[in-house]
């Protein structure tokens, strides 16, 4: 199973910039994908960007033009820049990894978590 380890988060302020970031490790033969959610206060997790080992990217309508997605696919590891950032954006941020550690045996493995907060 891989190990996921999110990192970058913090407060800023409304119109400011984070870049978060985000290692996979462990048994992994193959990743397919890794991507971001988010979950604010009192919701449910939502996805907000993603991306597959061939760099085919997804993005929620509410990030579009704001945030980037992209990946080092040689170290499992994903990055999101988020710029222009709005108090709604407050959020605990998950990435999640998809992919195989054998050639029958997929993993989908999801990071402990990053805190997000966008003061106006």
């Known amino acids: 199973q891989a190990q996921v380890v999110e990192s970058g988060g913090g407060l800023v302020q409304a119109g400011g910039s984070l870049r978060l970031s985000c290692a996979a490790s462990?048994?992994?033969?193959?990743?397919?994908?890794m991507g971001w959610y988010r979950q604010p206060p009192g919701k449910q997790r939502e996805l907000v960007a993603r991306?597959?080992?061939?760099?085919?990217?997804t993005y929620a309508d509410s990030v579009k033009g704001r945030f980037t997605i992209s990946s080092d696919n040689a170290k499992n590891t994903v990055y999101l820049q988020m710029n222009s950032l709005k108090p709604e954006d407050t959020a605990v941020y998950y990435c999640?990894?998809?992919?195989?550690?054998?050639?029958?045996?997929?993993?989908?493995?999801w990071g402990q978590g990053t805190q997000v907060t966008v003061s106006s």
């Open positions: 999640n990894a998809q992919g195989l550690v054998t050639i029958v045996t997929k993993f989908d493995s």
């Open positions: 462990g048994r992994i033969l193959r990743m397919n994908a």
């Open positions: 991306i597959t080992s061939s760099s085919g990217t």
